[in-house]
């Protein structure tokens, strides 16, 4: 990969001063900071395509739909992004890493064919957090400075969906409880009886055909699939045709999962959905010994942005992640858990166990 200066990647200036436009949520539009200036977006959806996974496979990439783009590259985690401000530092959304005239490099990725422009403003976004910052009892009292307001960055994060038609052959033993009454002799000489549970075992066997339509997998290593997972869904109904000026302002980081890397998520995604509904079918009481055959059609694959906002801060040498759907707000968060708040509240259980014993006792 070659490595080049840095310049702009994405200028829109603005009609009446010059000065860079940002993608507004509120306006759904671009606006100029200096002078109010707006400029619309055309929101268009023609050109969200399912693409032939398996002519990807092969190699025979369509050219249309691959872009040659300027990446930087964090020097501490390594995330990629294509950044769209034209302020000389570039502070990472994964790591804070700051870095003064970041250096990018080229390369060719395949061009996301849609996404969903952020709809969570900055001060939305603030409010947020503010709000699951003061709440909880365990966190500790300091966490705030820890998780500092102006690391909370908003980012557009790479996604693959994908579609397949699958068709199962399934087979196994569905099992029906009944209950037979056994007679014993007790302790004391007499006889009892009980009921016990018995199983009986029939074989069945059918197939199961289902479409999936969206399965979507997190592009960039930085953060796992369970969280992406945490702040979905994401409403896809709304995606739009990607245009550049969405990033305008923002930051957005580029896929460091190869699409025939995603697909094989997304697969064993759907193998454990198969089963799982293959288990109902074979399932009376209960299964055992449950065999599911699968064959895997028409895979496709679309590329797609979609908005987060993202708080990364340590907290004793942990790193913890703070995450907001900028579609839909939903949020998800750990936080330390305050050791001295831990053993204050089992100290303070102890002394009122002692408290009770010591006046039942007393009495
Ligand atoms: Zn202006
Ligand atoms: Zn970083």
Redesign the pocket.
């Known amino acids: 990969m070659e490595q080049v200066q840095t310049a702009p990647l994405l200028l829109f200036p603005?009609p009446?001063?010059n000065?860079q436009l940002h993608f507004s949520p509120k306006l759904q539009q671009l606006e100029?900071e200096?002078?109010g200036?707006k400029v619309a977006i055309d929101k268009a959806t023609d050109l969200i395509r399912e693409n032939n996974l398996k002519q990807q496979f092969a190699g025979a990439t369509d050219p249309t739909v691959t872009v040659e783009q300027l990446v930087y590259k964090c020097n501490r985690c390594g995330s990629q992004s294509v950044f769209t401000t034209e302020t000389p530092t570039f502070t990472c959304s994964f790591c804070n890493y700051e870095a003064v005239n970041p250096v990018a490099y080229k390369t060719r990725i395949i061009q996301p064919s849609g996404m969903i422009p952020f709809m969570v403003d900055r001060q939305q976004s603030l409010a947020i957090f503010k709000t699951w910052l003061g709440k909880g009892w365990w966190a500790p009292g300091d966490l705030q400075q820890f998780a500092r307001h102006d690391a909370l960055h908003g980012i557009y994060l790479p996604f693959w969906t994908y579609d397949a038609q699958t068709n199962s052959n399934w087979s196994g033993y569905g099992g029906r409880h009944y209950y037979e009454t056994e007679y014993y002799t007790d302790s004391q000489g007499n006889r009892q009886s009980k009921q016990v549970q018995k199983t009986e075992w029939i074989y069945r066997s059918g197939t199961y055909d289902h479409f999936f339509d969206d399965v979507l997998i997190g592009g960039a290593t930085e953060l796992s699939q369970n969280e992406y997972e945490s702040i979905f869904p994401y409403q896809l109904q709304e995606l739009v045709n990607f245009d550049a000026k969405y990033l305008s302002g923002w930051q957005a980081d580029v896929y460091d999962i190869a699409v025939n890397d995603g697909y094989e998520k997304a697969e064993a995604i759907m193998k454990d959905a198969i089963y799982e509904s293959c288990a109902d079918l074979c399932r009376i009481d209960t299964y055992r010994n449950l065999e599911v055959d699968t064959s895997y059609s028409n895979q496709t694959y679309k590329h797609i942005l979609l908005p987060l906002w993202i708080c990364t801060y340590a907290y004793k040498s942990k790193t913890y992640h703070f995450l907001i759907n900028g579609q839909t707000g939903k949020i998800h968060g750990k936080k330390p858990v305050s050791t001295a708040k831990v053993v204050l509240t089992i100290l303070v259980v102890l002394l009122i166990i002692i408290a009770i014993v010591f006046f039942t006792q007393g009495q």
């Open positions: 603005c009446g001063c000065s100029c200096h002078c200036t």
